[in-house]
């Protein structure tokens, strides 16, 4: 069964990230949905800092899959980029202060572009998977490096973090044991040479 560890809280945020509302808390219930609802997201708003600017989430707890190779970040996303601020940003998966894996999305396109688009080519490699000892300890952080004017945007609707079948099969699924009844055998006991009775 596949797994999913969801955005469940904020860790931190820089000034120009923000919800759809322009709230500044609870973040994460903006891209926690099974289902993509492109009506509510968090959004990037560039401005003058000349500075990274990040927003990062902790992940709900999955298990280690029984092949590393299914883990992968998937989030739905579109940017708008001004002409005069890029749009370079980077997504990262941690487990609590060590980098696991990043990729780099380096234009408007690369998140979506005008229409919210489902992104889903940031898969780990078996080694970087591997590395992860904590599977309760998974953090999801969104950054853009180039913050030199404002008009530019990068919204996010949805975010998780996708992996298979956990070892032994398990991962938050559910299932029913069969119950075993005794069953009751005939005895058979002796009651002269070769001669057996069942009772």
């Given amino acids: 069964m596949t797994q999913y560890a969801r955005p469940d809280g904020d860790v931190s945020r820089d000034s120009e990230w923000t919800t759809s ?5 609870d ?12 009506t509510d997201y968090i959004k990037f708003n560039s401005s003058w800092s000349e500075s990274t600017s990040s927003v ?6 999955i298990t280690e899959p029984a092949d590393l190779s299914t883990v992968k970040v998937v989030f739905r996303s579109k940017a708008y980029q001004a002409w005069f601020s890029d749009i370079d940003g980077r997504v990262y998966l941690y487990q609590g202060s060590s980098e696991i894996a990043n990729k780099r999305y380096s234009s408007a396109s690369a998140w979506g572009g005008s229409s919210f688009t489902t ?7 078996s080694t970087e998977a591997g590395n992860i000892t904590d599977w309760s300890d998974l953090e999801l952080r969104f950054r853009n490096n180039d913050n030199e004017g404002t008009g530019s945007y ?3 609707s949805q975010a998780y973090l996708e992996a298979g079948a956990a070892v032994g099969g398990g991962g938050g699924g559910t299932f029913n044991k069969a119950i075993a009844h005794p069953i009751t055998l005939p005895v058979a006991r002796p009651v002269g040479r070769n001669v057996f009775e069942q009772r």
């Fill in 27 to 38: 973040l994460y219930t903006f891209i926690d949905e099974d289902t993509a609802d492109d």
């Fill in 119 to 125: 992104i889903d080519d940031f898969t780990l490699t």
């Fill in 154 to 156: 990068i919204y996010i």
């Fill in 21 to 25: 509302s322009s709230g500044t808390t």
């Fill in 56 to 61: 990062r989430f902790s992940l709900s707890d």
